[in-house]
Structures are given as structure tokens and as C-alpha cells.
């Protein structure tokens, strides 16, 4: 795991590379930076041994005056330092965001299918943060945290080793103490955490449906769950208060004790003459120096190591494998006269157990309407997906214009091709931003000339805001019978050689039906169309008629064809559709 989670951070530094040089500068700024915190023991002692000999005020004044300057120029370079590599640390997380969700777009869907989506997320924003809270804090951090240690420890050895002994034996044991219980703390916290979590869904649950809670008289049974899990959560709090009032008390005991002891055995040491007052006083920092370094070191190791889990997960994605698309070369674009399936097998990556086409083999004619029926799970969907490359057959053959697919890039292929899917999710932004999404290129008039083929311009234009309109997620809301219109805007923009449509099964209202089915018609003139058909008045019309069961086509031809097979599967469809 170590030796993975280097590689990756290396991964991670080369994102560092090209501002090595203002790195290295700002690191041996910080090198003398922590040296000077060093000084300031060393100074207050000389500061105390001064006053009480006050043999010579004048050398006093020199030695405040140095002092004070020390700490201005420490302040200042410490605040450049931070800013510098916070600075170069946020271009660095924005450029690898960057990366990383471009590399996400572009992997296969049957990478992205088999990931939540959730988890993707959670790589780009936490375990991105993490990485970005690491190098611009907790490295510089270590930096410094290791000048300390090992110049407190040099010096304090330097001016007594009877005292360091007993304190260098002793604070390793305090500090891993105090860690046993910060890390105590931090579970338990965590587990309030998810107990407040509970809470908060049973608030959020009965009030999203309080109709059903009222209507039902299940306001003392929700109350009275809800108070179960504020036991639950009140429990677990007050156990978290008890340890960290230990904690505190622990470490308010063991520091002024240590200190205690420490100017105890060290008065003796000053009354004897060994050392000097100032020599005691700046010990005692030295000494809590070392503390806190070794201190801050455990949790820094606990950061570095989640860092490396943050930085493995990451490069993860980006060592996936993504689809041939290539942005810089513009492929000639391409007309697709016809479609041939040789004898296609696949299985989707997560349930390889489950053979979901078993040797498709079917030829789309140029110009020719083809209709896929079949049971919902028979495959119609996947063969749709596979003729548009979102996913690669395991096994057999996909040619267009009976040339192999290979022979052509992604982008060729896809951009002939145009889909209406059943539920059409619209993007965050405008009408006119939806429908432009099947050719950025295009101008206003003809997103207007695509509306009016879709029979979309009027209720468009029945907007305040017209192709202004905001929808998505946060805009207004379109039915799904506009939603359907505005895909198919889309789709005319596009111009494809080659449509797929899944016709919806959720009933529309009878008006949006009519204009949509008419906006379709006029979508097909001049094309060819892959119909996934669930309505018997498209079926009946289409060129040519694909029976789908499980993976596999049992009956091909026209209606009259198919309606001519007795106990056939297509005339036992048939049967069902007049009788519902
Ligand atoms: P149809 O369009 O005929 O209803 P599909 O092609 O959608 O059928 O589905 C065929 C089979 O593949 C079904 O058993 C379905 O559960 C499965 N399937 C569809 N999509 C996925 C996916 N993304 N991942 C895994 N299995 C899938």
C-alpha cells in the first residue's frame, strides 16, 4: 500500500513540477524561518538572566530590540511562504479537478456504469480537498515541526543532561496517552455525528410526507421516534463530554505538573549553580517544544497516510482507460447509409454472469424504419447503446455502411447519430443552451426553426423569458411531454443521419402526444430511425419489425409478415396490445 500510495503521490507531484522553482525558494525561506523560532528560548533566557544580573541595561534593550525584530521578519516570511504555497497549491487542485473530471467524461459507460456516482463525486471534492489541506498546510507543517524537534532536543542536551533525560523519557509517554484519547474522541464524535444524522433523516422523512403522517395519526408515533433517537444521540454526547473533560484535565494535569517538576529539579539545579535561571526558563520552552512536535508529528502521520488513500483513489480514475475520442482532430463528418449487426454478444461489466445480447444479427437499410419490440429486459436498449459505440459488443461484429466500426473514430459515429430517450433530463441553463446542445454552432434562428419542427416554439414562447427560460434542476419545471419536445429540437439541430427513438410508455396527455408523434414523423423524413416501440400504431407502419426475447431475435420481418405466424410471439404481442 505504501509503495503504491508513493508511485501515486508521484503522480500527484508532477502537477508540482513546473513551480518547483518558487517551491524550493519558499522552502529554504522556511528552513532559517523555523531556525529563528528556535532563537527565541535561547533569547528570553538570555532576556531573564539579564534583568537579574542588570549588570549592563543597555545590552538588555539590544537584546529586546533584536528580539522584536526577529519576530517582525519571522512573521513576515512565514506569511509569504504560506501564501506562496497556498497559491500554487490551488492552481495545482484546480488544474487536477480539472483533469480528473475530463478523464471521468471520457471513460466508457461500462466504467461509469459499474462506479456510483456518488463515489466519483466524493474523489473529486473530498478526497481532492484532503490533498489539497495536505500540501498546502500539513507539509510545511512537518517541515517546520521537524526543525523544531530536532533543534530543541540538540539544544536542550547542550545546556543540561540531567534535565533532558527524565523529560525525553517522559513526554513520549504523556503524548501517546494524549493521542489514545484524542483518537477516542474523534470516533466517538463521529459516531454522534451519524446518531445526529438519524435524527435529522426522521425530521426530514415525516415532514416531506406530514400528509401521510396526518392522515395516518402518526404524530405521537413520529414523536416518539424521534425521541428514541435523541436518547441515542444524547447518550453518545455525554460520553464524548466525559472524555474530553479527561482529556483536558489530563493534559492541564501532566503539562503543569511536568512543569512543576521540571522548575522543581531544575531550582535545584540553579541553586546548586549548575545552570542559570535563563538556562532553566528557556528549557522549559525547548521542552515543550519537543512536546508539541511530537505532538503534531501523530496527527501529520495520520494526514500523510490519509493523503496517500486520497491520492491512490484518485489516480485510479485517472489510470481507467477512456474511449478514443480525440478532441484535436475534427473527423470528416459522416453519413451512415445502413447498419449491420453480425452476431453480436454482450454482457454488461458488473453482471458478466448475465448474457444480455446471445448473437444479434440484423441489418437497418438505409431510410428503412426499424422497430424493436419485445419484453421490457429483452435487450433492445443495450442493441440501441451498442449501435452508438456507447458500449463494445464482447464478441461479433458492427459495421456501417459495410465497413467495420473500427474503421471509423467515436466521435464520427456518435455525432451521426441522434437519440430521443423516454425520460429526457435537461441540463442547468436555458431552453435555447438545451437545444444548442445537439450543435454549439448553431445560431439562434436555427435553435427557432428546430423549436417549430418540434412543435416546441409556441409553449416556448408562452414563457415570460421565452428561450431564456432557465430549466434543469434549479429552473423552472417542463412536463415531461415538453421535456420530450425540446430533445427533439435538439435532435433536429443535430441533423443525424441516423435517429434512435425509445417511445414513451408513461402516457401523455392526448395533445402532447399528437404534437410529439408529429414532430417525430417529421424527424424521420430522410433518415433512418431505430424505433424501441411500445405503441402498436408505430410498429404497424415500420419497414421492418426486430422481436426481441431474452438477448436474442426470435421473429424479424413486417407486420403482415409477422402477423402471419400462428402462436408467433409477435401476433401474441399483438393480441395483448388490443386487449389493454
Ligand atoms: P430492454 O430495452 O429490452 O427493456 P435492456 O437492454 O434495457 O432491455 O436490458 C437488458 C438486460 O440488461 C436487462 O436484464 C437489464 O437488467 C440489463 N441491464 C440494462 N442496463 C444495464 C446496465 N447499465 N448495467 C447492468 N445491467 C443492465
Not at 430522410?526 to 411500445?534: P, S
Amino acid at each position: 500500500m505504501l509503495r503504491k500510495g508513493t508511485s501515486q503521490i508521484s503522480f500527484l507531484l508532477a502537477y508540482y513540477r513546473p513551480h518547483t522553482t518558487k517551491i524550493i525558494v519558499a522552502l529554504l525561506f522556511m528552513l532559517p524561518s523555523s531556525g529563528i523560532s528556535l532563537l527565541f528560548p535561547m533569547l528570553t533566557g538570555g532576556l531573564i538572566d539579564g534583568i537579574l544580573k542588570a549588570d549592563n541595561p543597555s545590552n538588555l534593550y539590544t537584546v529586546g530590540a533584536l528580539f522584536l525584530g526577529l519576530l517582525l521578519v519571522q512573521a513576515a516570511v512565514g506569511y509569504a511562504i504560506s501564501i506562496t504555497l497556498a497559491t500554487i497549491t490551488e492552481n495545482v487542485i484546480a488544474a487536477l479537478r480539472l483533469d480528473l473530471f475530463s478523464h471521468i467524461v471520457r471513460t466508457p459507460l461500462s466504467y461509469l456504469s459499474q462506479k456510483r456516482v456518488g463515489d466519483l463525486t466524493s474523489r473529486l471534492s473530498s478526497d481532492l480537498a484532503l490533498i489539497q489541506e495536505t500540501f498546502s498546510f500539513s507539509v510545511l507543517q512537518i517541515l517546520r515541526q521537524s526543525v523544531f524537534l530536532i533543534g530543541s532536543v540538540v539544544i536542550i542536551v547542550m545546556t543540561s543532561v540531567e534535565l533532558t533525560i527524565p523529560i525525553l523519557l517522559v513526554t513520549p509517554i504523556i503524548v501517546l496517552i494524549a493521542l489514545t484519547i484524542g483518537k477516542k474522541i474523534r470516533k466517538l464524535s463521529t459516531k454522534t455525528q451519524d446518531a445526529l444524522a438519524v435524527t435529522s433523516t426522521i425530521v426530514e422523512e415525516s415532514l416531506q410526507s406530514v400528509a401521510a403522517v396526518k392522515s395516518f395519526v402518526r404524530e405521537l408515533y413520529e414523536s416518539a421516534r424521534y425521541g428514541e433517537a435523541l436518547k441515542e444521540n444524547v447518550r453518545l454526547a455525554i460520553k464524548g463530554a466525559k472524555l474530553r473533560a479527561l482529556f483536558v484535565t489530563f493534559i492541564i494535569f501532566t503539562v503543569f505538573g511536568g512543569i512543576a517538576a521540571v522548575i522543581l529539579y531544575g531550582a535545584n539545579l540553579v541553586s546548586v549553580g549548575a545552570i542559570t535561571m535563563g538556562e532553566l526558563l528557556s528549557f522549559l520552552m525547548y521542552a515543550m517544544f519537543v512536546g508539541g512536535a511530537l505532538g503534531s508529528f501523530a496527527e501529520l502521520f495520520g494526514q500523510v497516510q490519509k493523503t496517500l488513500g486520497a491520492a491512490v483513489r484518485v489516480s485510479e480514475i485517472m489510470e481507467t482507460p477512456t474511449e478514443g475520442l480525440n478532441d484535436a482532430i475534427s473527423s470528416p463528418p459522416l453519413v451512415i447509409h445502413n447498419i449491420e449487426l453480425r452476431d453480436l454478444y454482450f454482457e454488461y461489466p458488473d453482471r458478466e454472469d448475465q448474457q444480455v445480447l446471445q448473437g444479434i444479427s440484423l441489418e437497418i437499410p438505409r431510410g428503412a424504419r426499424v422497430a424493436f419490440v419485445g419484453q421490457s429486459g429483452a435487450g433492445k436498449s443495450t442493441t440501441a447503446s451498442i449501435i452508438q459505440r456507447l458500449y463494445e459488443p464482447t464478441k461479433g461484429e458492427i459495421l456501417y455502411n459495410n465497413q467495420p466500426g473500427s474503421d471509423f473514430t467515436l466521435q464520427q459515429i456518435r455525432s451521426a447519430i441522434a437519440i430521443v430517450p423516454q425520460d429526457v433530463v435537461l441540463f442547468g441553463g436555458t431552453i435555447a443552451d438545451n437545444i444548442l446542445y445537439g450543435n454549439p454552432a448553431a445560431t439562434m434562428e436555427m435553435v427557432k426553426e428546430a423549436a417549430r419542427n418540434a412543435n416546441a416554439y409556441d409553449f416556448i414562447q408562452e414563457f415570460p423569458e421565452g428561450f431564456e427560460t432557465l430549466v434543469g434542476e434549479r429552473g423552472t419545471k417542463l412536463s415531461g411531454g415538453q421535456r420530450q419536445r425540446i430533445a427533439i429540437a435538439r435532435a433536429v439541430l443535430k441533423n443525424p443521419s441516423v435517429l434512435i427513438l425509445d417511445e414513451a410508455t408513461s402516457s401523455l396527455d392526448a395533445e402532447s402526444e399528437g404534437l410529439i408523434q408529429d414532430a417525430l414523423q417529421k424527424l424521420m423524413i430522410n433518415r433512418t430511425a431505430v424505433i424501441i416501440a411500445h405503441r402498436l400504431s408505430t410498429v404497424r407502419t415500420a419497414d421492418l419489425i426486430i422481436v426481441f426475447e431474452k438477448g436474442k431475435i426470435v421473429e424479424s420481418g413486417t407486420h403482415k409478415d409477422l402477423i402471419a405466424i400462428s402462436g408467433g410471439r409477435y401476433q401474441h404481442w399483438c393480441d395483448l396490445q388490443f386487449l389493454t
